[in-house]
């Protein structure tokens, strides 16, 4: 038994999500799908990052098991010979038994683009925030910085369905980059709460427009105000860019 490993991209803007689902187009289902028509038995995925439906992607990690002698080589073209064209698999290499595309993963850099502009781009529009508000920029970096290190998200938690999350995480970097009509802002983080990236966004954004103010995020954070004052920002401007091992 062989273990495979998969770097993926990927167009969210028509996929329910990563997570195969019943009777939904996902990108996991796409992928399962290709792969049992190539190999010829029913493949499980195992991925780095359950990214939400509308959320792309360009360095997805998944792997699997097969019994089938084919070379990763020709594996990676018949794959892109058989997926959809919003689905791509960028490379393919056997793998150690031993690794585990989540477990295994010692961090996460995801990339949010806001479109500040008065007109928007109909041809990029799918893989940014169209944005035409003032926005303080200093203001947000000033409060990326009290989202760096260890951190309690109680406050930005969105409910998953899963008990007991734990809401303190690390985020070892965010950055900012201003280009031309577009602010990029990378993050990066070990692991990540549902959507928790996307709250993080709309809390900057509500520092930037002036909503929040830099001395009421820790109160925010902690989850003591009752009614949320940030929202989550949309997910069409985030790209899943790489997974670290």
Not at 32 to 43: D, Y
Not at 116 to 125: A, V, W, Y
């Amino acid at each position: 038994m062989r273990k495979i490993k998969l770097i993926i991209a990927y167009d969210g803007t028509d996929f329910h999500g990563w997570q195969i689902q019943p009777e939904v187009r996902t990108v996991a289902g796409e992928i399962k799908s290709a792969l049992e028509k190539i190999l010829r038995h029913e493949i499980y995925l195992t991925a780095a990052s359950r990214t939400d439906a509308g959320v792309h992607a360009l360095g997805q990690t998944a792997d699997f098991h097969t019994d089938n002698s084919i070379e990763t080589g020709k594996l990676l073209l018949a794959l892109n010979g058989v997926l959809p064209d919003d689905v791509a698999v960028k490379s393919a290499e056997e793998v150690s038994e031993d690794f585990h595309s989540t477990h295994q993963s010692k961090g996460k850099h995801y990339r949010y683009t806001i479109r500040l502009c008065q007109t928007d781009d109909p041809l990029s529009r799918r893989y940014h925030w169209w944005y035409h508000h003032d926005l303080n920029i200093m203001k947000m970096v000033l409060a990326s910085n009290l989202l760096k290190g260890k951190v309690d998200f109680k406050g930005l938690e969105i409910n998953s369905g899963k008990p007991d999350v734990e809401t303190i995480r690390e985020i070892s970097g965010i950055k900012m980059i201003r280009d031309g009509d577009d602010l990029i802002i990378n993050i990066f983080g070990k692991s990540f709460m549902y959507k928790l990236v996307r709250s993080m966004i709309g809390l900057l954004i509500a520092a930037g427009n002036g909503k929040i103010q830099l001395e009421e995020i820790p109160e925010i954070l902690s989850g003591k105000n009752e009614h949320r004052k940030t929202d989550v920002a949309p997910p069409h401007g985030l790209t899943l860019m790489e997974v670290y091992y």
